[in-house]
């Protein structure tokens, strides 16, 4: 019998709920992120957000801006809150998020950040692009729908 994969690190830190109702997502990615020791504490104590922020690629580096750490109280040498960070993915997928960015007019969006079950920080970003204002109406319309579907279902009506 194989062996279970044990997932008890994996713990979400951030999430950006806003942005599935925002924007319509493409695609999505999993990256690494380059962090200080005090900011990975700070995080451990779940004080972060990723709402505000968005991912952006300069000069041969993927960025991530805005996104907010809280800083860390017993920390010896603090963090600044909202610096930028650096984003760890391979080449061709750097090339691939500049081609999307730049010749195709999408937008890379943070979703997760998160401890993957060997206890790193990764942060799922999103290949995205803009809803109209009547793109966001049909969205929720269609939510609402399937939740009073549902309500219908459940009590048989």
């Known amino acids: 019998m194989a062996k279970k994969d044990d997932n008890s690190n994996y713990k979400v830190i951030a999430e950006n709920r806003r942005a599935r109702y925002d924007y319509t ?88 950040m998160y401890f993957n079950h060997k206890g790193r920080v990764k942060l799922k970003i999103a290949v995205a692009k803009g809803k109209q204002k009547q793109d966001k109406r049909a969205t929720e319309a269609k939510r609402d729908w399937g939740r009073q579907k549902a309500r219908l279902l459940r009590h048989g009506e």
């Not at 493409?26 to 104590?45: M, P, Y």
């Not at 963090?79 to 937008?107: D, F, I, P």
């Open 25 to 112: 997502i493409e695609d999505d990615l999993e990256c690494g992120i380059i962090l200080s020791g005090s900011e990975v504490k700070s995080l451990r104590t779940g004080q972060s957000n990723i709402a505000d922020s968005y991912a952006s690629v300069e000069d041969g580096e993927l960025w991530l801006t805005n996104a907010y750490i809280a800083p860390y109280k017993q920390a010896m040498f603090p963090h600044e809150e909202r610096a930028r960070r650096k984003l760890l993915v391979s080449r061709r997928e750097l090339a691939r998020l500049w081609n999307a960015t730049q010749r195709q007019g999408m937008t890379l969006v943070p979703l997760v």
